[in-house]
């Protein structure tokens, strides 16, 4: 018993770290669609070993997120972001300071997301 309730603790605490390296290294954007796709992972597992139902508009919903997902992918292979200007080293931060003063966290964004902010 022991042994499942480590394995589910040391399971879920490499889960948060990644979370939380996925949102430095990458953007929002792309931790929330990561999150859609656990979820459509989810849906698909328990439709295929607990034979669940899906209705006729749970399947739409699936198929739309499926969609935006694989659009999102293409968009980003066609168009990747510019690196910035100067070389930026990424590195795991110590402390939520050093996070905040090496990664902004709208570094990723096309300069839309920071004018809502700034304003």
Known sequence: M????MFGAVLAFFMEVSEYLVVCYTSSLTFSISGVAKEIMTLSLAVYIYNEHLTLINLCGLLLC???ICL???LKAMHPTK???HQQTH???LTPTDS???VPLLSESDGEEQELFTR
């Open 2 to 5: 022991w042994g499942r309730v």
């Open 66 to 68: 499926v969609v935006g």
């Open 72 to 74: 999102h992918v293409v």
């Open 83 to 85: 690196p910035p200007n």
């Open 91 to 93: 590195h795991i931060p």
């Open 100 to 102: 905040l003063q090496q």
